[in-house]
C-alpha cells in the first residue's frame, strides 16, 4: 500500500505532493480512506514546529472523515465500508487509569495522529479503532471533519462545567472554534453572548445563535454585563484583560480556556474568592462524547461554517487562514 499525501519538509515550508509506505497495519489499527479534512491551527503550529515536536516531513490533518477500507484481526466495534472520522489522538494505550475511566484524551500515552507519524492530507490515514469514532447516519461528510477536533474542543467544556440550558453563556473569540461554541450553546437553549473584536463579523455572528455581541475591546461594553454570565468559554490564544470577563461572571461562574494561550493568565484572587468562581481548561475531549457529540450534531443539523478547497490547493487554503480569513473553518476535498 502507498499513501499519497502532501508533506512539509521544514519549518514554515510549503507542502508538497508526499508519498509513503506505511508498512504492515497493526491489529488493533483501522486504514481510512480520506473523504474530507479539516484545517485546524494545531496543523500551522505542527508545520512551522511551534510546539519543538514535529518531526519532519510532517503530513498534517487531524480533522478527517471518511471510509474504513481496512481493519487489523482485533478491531473492535469496525467494520470495513463504515464512515468514520479520526481527530487530533490517533491511539491510547488502553490499560491506563484514565483510559479505563473512558479518558482517553486524558492518557499520558496518547499518539497524536500528526506527532510522529502522518495524518490526513493523504487519500488514506491510518489509527487505532478507538479513536476512529463511528459517523452517525445522514450526517454531511462535507462539513464534519472539523467536529472532530475543534468542535469536541469547544463541546467538552459545556459537558465539564455542567452547562444549563437556562444559563447565561458567553464565549470569547468567534472563529473556527468560537463560531462552533457558539452553535452548540443556542442548541442547548442558553442565552449566548459573543465577545468578538471584529466589528465585520457581527451580522454573521448573531445569525450563528449569538443572542447579544459585546466589543470585546470596549472596557464600557464588558462592564455592562458584570456579575450575569453564568460560564465563559475562551477560545482565543492572545492575553486579554482576563480581570474583566472574571467580573462579568455571575457567583458560582466558570471561566473555561481551550485557547492555549501563550503567556501566563493574571488571575486576581480576590476576582475569585467572593463570588466562588473557579478557572480551568482541558484539551478535546473522550471518543464516547465525541460519538455523543455527534449525534447532537445531526439531531440538530449543527454544523461548522465552512469554505471547501480541493486537497491539491492545500497551500492555498493554508494561505486563506494564516491571512485570517477564513470564514470560519476550511475544509479539503479529496
Ligand atoms: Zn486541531
Ligand atoms: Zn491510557
Same mark, same amino acid.
Given at each position: 500500500?502507498?499513501?499519497?499525501?502532501?508533506?512539509?519538509?521544514?519549518?514554515?515550508?510549503?507542502? =508538497?505532493?508526499?508519498?509513503?509506505?506505511?508498512?504492515?497495519?497493526?491489529?488493533?489499527?483501522?486504514?481510512?480512506?480520506?473523504?474530507?479534512?479539516?484545517?485546524?491551527?494545531?496543523?500551522?503550529?505542527?508545520?512551522?514546529?511551534?510546539?519543538?515536536?514535529?518531526?519532519?516531513?510532517?503530513?498534517?490533518?487531524?480533522?478527517?472523515?471518511?471510509?474504513?477500507?481496512?481493519?487489523?484481526?482485533?478491531?473492535?466495534?469496525?467494520?470495513?465500508?463504515?464512515?468514520?472520522?479520526?481527530?487530533?489522538?490517533? =491511539?491510547?494505550?488502553?490499560?491506563?487509569?484514565?483510559?479505563?475511566?473512558?479518558?482517553?484524551?486524558?492518557?499520558?500515552?496518547?499518539?497524536?495522529?500528526?506527532?510522529?507519524?502522518?495524518?490526513? #492530507?493523504?487519500?488514506?490515514?491510518?489509527?487505532?479503532?478507538?479513536?476512529?469514532?463511528? @459517523?452517525?447516519?445522514?450526517?454531511?461528510?462535507?462539513?464534519?471533519?472539523?467536529?472532530?477536533?475543534?468542535?469536541?474542543?469547544?463541546?467538552?467544556?459545556?459537558?465539564?462545567?455542567?452547562?444549563?440550558?437556562?444559563?447565561?453563556?458567553?464565549?470569547?473569540?468567534?472563529?473556527?472554534?468560537?463560531?462552533?461554541?457558539?452553535?452548540?450553546?443556542?442548541?442547548?437553549?442558553?442565552?449566548?453572548?459573543?465577545?468578538?473584536?471584529?466589528? =465585520?463579523?457581527?451580522?454573521?455572528?448573531?445569525?450563528?445563535?449569538?443572542?447579544?455581541?459585546?466589543?470585546?475591546?470596549?472596557?464600557?461594553?464588558?462592564?455592562?454585563?458584570?456579575?450575569?454570565?453564568? #460560564?465563559?468559554?475562551?477560545?482565543?490564544?492572545?492575553?486579554?484583560?482576563?480581570?474583566?470577563?472574571?467580573?462579568?461572571?455571575?457567583?458560582?461562574?466558570? #471561566?473555561?480556556?481551550?485557547?492555549?494561550?501563550?503567556?501566563?493568565?493574571?488571575?486576581?484572587?480576590?476576582?475569585?474568592?467572593?463570588?466562588?468562581?473557579?478557572?480551568?481548561?482541558?484539551?478535546?475531549?473522550?471518543?464516547?462524547?465525541?460519538?455523543?457529540?455527534?449525534?447532537?450534531?445531526?439531531?440538530?443539523?449543527?454544523?461548522?461554517?465552512?469554505?471547501?478547497?480541493?486537497?491539491?490547493?492545500?497551500?492555498?487554503?493554508?494561505?486563506?487562514?494564516?491571512?485570517?480569513?477564513?470564514?470560519?473553518?476550511?475544509? @479539503?476535498?479529496?
Amino acid at each position: 500500500m502507498k499513501v499519497n499525501a502532501y508533506a512539509a519538509s521544514e519549518p514554515k515550508g510549503k507542502l =508538497a505532493p508526499f508519498s509513503y509506505e506505511p508498512g504492515k497495519l497493526g491489529s488493533e489499527q483501522v486504514d481510512i480512506k480520506v473523504s474530507h479534512c479539516g484545517i485546524c491551527h494545531s496543523d500551522l503550529s505542527m508545520i512551522n514546529n511551534d510546539w519543538g515536536m514535529t518531526e519532519y516531513p510532517i503530513v498534517p490533518g487531524h480533522e478527517i472523515v471518511g471510509e474504513v477500507v481496512a481493519t487489523g484481526a482485533a478491531v473492535k466495534n469496525i467494520k470495513i465500508g463504515d464512515k468514520v472520522g479520526l481527530g487530533w489522538f490517533s =491511539a491510547s494505550c488502553m490499560s491506563c487509569q484514565q483510559c479505563m475511566e473512558g479518558s482517553h484524551h486524558l492518557c499520558s500515552n496518547n499518539e497524536a495522529t500528526i506527532v510522529g507519524r502522518h495524518g490526513g #492530507f493523504a487519500d488514506y490515514v491510518r489509527g487505532h479503532w478507538s479513536w476512529a469514532i463511528p @459517523l452517525p447516519e445522514g450526517i454531511d461528510l462535507s462539513k464534519a471533519g472539523p467536529l472532530l477536533c475543534g468542535g469536541i474542543t469547544v463541546f467538552n467544556p459545556i459537558i465539564l462545567a455542567g452547562v444549563k440550558p437556562t444559563d447565561t453563556v458567553g464565549v470569547i473569540g468567534i472563529g473556527g472554534l468560537g463560531h462552533m461554541a457558539l452553535k452548540f450553546l443556542k442548541h442547548w437553549g442558553c442565552e449566548v453572548i459573543a465577545f468578538s473584536s471584529n466589528p =465585520a463579523k457581527k451580522e454573521q455572528i448573531l445569525k450563528m445563535g449569538a443572542t447579544k455581541v459585546i466589543d470585546s475591546t470596549s472596557p464600557q461594553e464588558l462592564e455592562s454585563i458584570q456579575g450575569t454570565v453564568n #460560564f465563559i468559554l475562551n477560545t482565543t490564544n492572545v492575553t486579554l484583560d482576563w480581570d474583566s470577563y472574571l467580573t462579568a461572571l455571575a457567583p458560582k461562574g466558570k #471561566f473555561h480556556t481551550v485557547g492555549a494561550v501563550l503567556e501566563p493568565m493574571a488571575i486576581p484572587a480576590f476576582s475569585l474568592l467572593g463570588g466562588e468562581k473557579s478557572v480551568s481548561g482541558s484539551p478535546l475531549g473522550s471518543p464516547a462524547l465525541t460519538k455523543t457529540m455527534l449525534d447532537f450534531c445531526v439531531r440538530h443539523n449543527i454544523y461548522p461554517t465552512v469554505e471547501e478547497f480541493p486537497m491539491e490547493k492545500v497551500n492555498e487554503a493554508i494561505k486563506h487562514l494564516e491571512d485570517g480569513k477564513a470564514r470560519f473553518r476550511i475544509v @479539503l476535498k479529496n
